[in-house]
């Protein structure tokens, strides 16, 4: 069965950094392009970033780049989302999701509440 | 960035009826792989998106046969043959042809 489980996410200051992780299993993950989406709370989803199956392509939505790092490690099965320089409007669940063209499975998300 | 289009926002459908929702992308969503990118996602209340079709008309494993899905180029529709209880929440269209990738507005489904 596949399983995707996010953490990290947490309540951070404006101007602050956080880590995301997901652990997937169930899966040959090293086979498989990964990707980050978010919803703010009561909204709709907005794609954030992709990783190639071997990490060597990463793309980001323009509001993010510079700021957030996606990467993998295929030895631990574990995809990163590393956050830095956060804004309010970074608050938001964070999905990872298999694939990088058809999101065929989900995680249960993780919240991230930048604030003050 | 291509911009994604669903109408209606809001539809609310009696139990054993049929409901259609429409998704008009800004571009073509043609890669340059001969695929179209255009996927449909379910989301109930409280839950992660679930992948329903993808590529247009395929169907994702374990997803009924009351959905389905059509279209080229622009425009595209979700359909859901006889809608059930289990099918409220909201649907959203994506695409992943060009990036940054796109998600239409979201559709609620809702009995009526």
């Known amino acids: 069965e596949v399983q995707l489980v996010e953490s990290g996410g947490d309540l951070v200051q404006p101007g602050g950094s956080l880590r995301l992780s997901c652990a997937a299993s169930?899966?040959?993950?090293?086979?498989?392009?990964m990707t980050w989406v978010r919803q703010v709370p009561g909204k709709g989803l907005e794609w954030v970033a992709n990783?190639?199956?071997?990490?060597?392509?990463?793309w980001y939505v323009d509001s993010v780049r510079g700021r957030f790092t996606i990467s993998r490690d295929n030895a631990k099965n574990s995809l990163y989302l590393q956050m830095d320089s956060l804004r309010a409007e970074d608050t938001a669940v964070y999905y990872c999701?298999?694939?990088?063209?058809?999101?065929?499975?989900w995680g249960q998300g993780t919240l991230v509440t930048v604030s003050s | 960035d291509i911009v994604m289009t669903q109408t209606p926002l809001s539809s609310p459908v009696t139990l054993g009826q049929p409901a259609s929702i429409s998704c008009r992308s800004s571009?073509?969503?043609?890669?340059?792989?001969?695929?179209?990118?255009l996927s449909w996602l379910q989301q109930r209340p409280g839950q992660p998106p679930r992948l329903l079709i993808y590529?247009?008309?395929n169907r994702f494993s374990g997803v009924p046969d009351r959905f389905s899905g059509s279209g080229a180029g622009t425009d595209f529709t979700l359909k859901i043959n006889r809608v059930e209880a289990e099918d409220v929440g909201v649907y959203y269209c994506?695409?992943?042809?060009?990036?940054?990738?796109?998600f239409g507005q979201g559709t609620r489904l809702e009995i009526k």
């Open positions: 999701a298999r694939g990088g063209f058809i999101r065929e499975y």
């Open positions: 169930g899966f040959t993950f090293s086979n498989y392009w």
């Open positions: 990783i190639k199956e071997d990490g060597s392509g990463k």
């Open positions: 571009q073509s969503l043609v890669h340059s792989d001969g695929n179209t990118y």
């Open positions: 590529k247009i008309s």
């Open positions: 994506m695409q992943a042809t060009q990036f940054p990738h796109t």
